[in-house]
């Protein structure tokens, strides 16, 4: 790097090695938004020893060599009119060049790109080169280089927790691990990952750090297309103090970029057996978080379907019951009717045979035409159809 300081070269012009003059030194000039990056290649602060520039040229290197330098932009007096001209056509869609060579504006030449939706494949080694003649018509030029690291934003974030559940309780002393993975943003920090826990209703106790460090691996930050993907992993023992604990993992310490995960547990210190399932919660920006599950839960599935068998069977005999009590209070009620019937229809029979308009008396087989004979008390035989009927007796109040 050669800011601010003479340069001694040699350069081969037509098979001659010519010495160059001394002159102020090429300016490197980088600056990052959120998502661009601005470029700047211009001459130092003192252009007296400069008589004409041959041209400003902003390179780029795409092979770590010498001989690899890509230029990116450019501006020769000689060609545009001195303006400055993209010359790398793979950032037409976002790069913006301005600039000029100008003899008679040296201080006001410079060339400067502006490239948007920066990636970390924008980093690299970028030089600015300035060719010029001097005022002795000797050929000269300075050269100042920047190692460039374009500095991304962590991706969104994804905790596995195992073994999932998600409607019934952890047991004590049962082992849960949460781990996190995403993209750890470029480039990364010393320490990506940090863990933190609180309460779920967070009104007496705030977000604090994990306190269990040996219960903490943080795997090696792997870069491949351009990311850097990181993963950490925590295994909790389950307490009783666990019930409705949160666990919180972050990138960079920063809460835009973390996922977190609650766990409730029981006193049974019994933990079961059997085929573990594991689900991911994973943040998609600012407090939203979104969930996928990864296997589905089978004691939660068999113990559900034992509940609601239960409760079918249980519906079904409250049905059968109800409809049984129906059925014999109906026939009851019917048996009563029927014998307050009956009831009813032998009254009126035997009202209707002691009438005594309706009897037909006689006596020694002649019709009783003397009722009213003087006889206190009279007893008849009634006979129907012949047949003779003893022990009726009829009363006659003989006045």
Known sequence: MTNWSQLLMLMYINGCYLSSVTVDGAQLTVTQGADTMTVTCRPGTSVSQIDSYSVITLLRDVGNSRFTRAPVAMAAPSKNNGQAILTDTSLTLRATVTGKADNNDKRGSFVQIVLRKISCSDSGQYFCRINYLTVDVEPGSSEDSRNITVQTDPGPVSMFVTPWKEASPYFVNETVEFQCTGDVGNPPQTRQWSWQWQYADGMMDL?????????????????????????????????????????????????????????????????????????????????????????????????????????????????????????????????????????????????????????????????????????????????????????????????
Not at 215 to 221: E, F, Q
Request: aromatic share 8%.
């Open 207 to 399: 977000w604090r750090s994990y306190p269990y460090n040996d219960r903490i691996t943080d795997d090696p930050v792997t870069t491949a297309n351009c990311t850097n993907q990181g993963r950490s992993t925590v295994r909790h023992v389950a307490s009783v103090d666990d019930n409705g604990r949160m666990f919180r993992c972050l990138v960079n310490n920063n809460e835009l970029y973390s996922a977190n995960f609650t766990i409730y547990t029981e006193t049974d210190t019994t933990v079961p057996s059997g085929g573990v399932t594991s689900k991911a919660v994973t943040t998609v920006g600012p407090g939203v978080v979104t969930c996928e599950v990864c296997r589905p839960q089978t004691d939660s599935l068999l113990g559900t379907g034992i509940g609601i068998g239960v409760g079918i069977s249980v519906l079904t005999g409250l049905v059968v019951g109800a409809v049984i009590f129906v059925f014999f209070r109906i026939r009851k009620v019917k048996g009563e009717n029927e014998h307050q019937y009956a009831s009813r229809q032998e009254n009126a029979g035997v009202q209707e045979s002691a009438t005594y308009d309706d009897l037909r008396q006689d006596h020694g087989g002649q019709p009783n035409t003397g009722a009213s004979e003087p006889s206190t008390y009279t007893t008849l035989e009634a006979r129907v159809n012949d047949t003779p009927y003893s022990g009726l007796t009829v009363y006659h109040n003989v006045n």
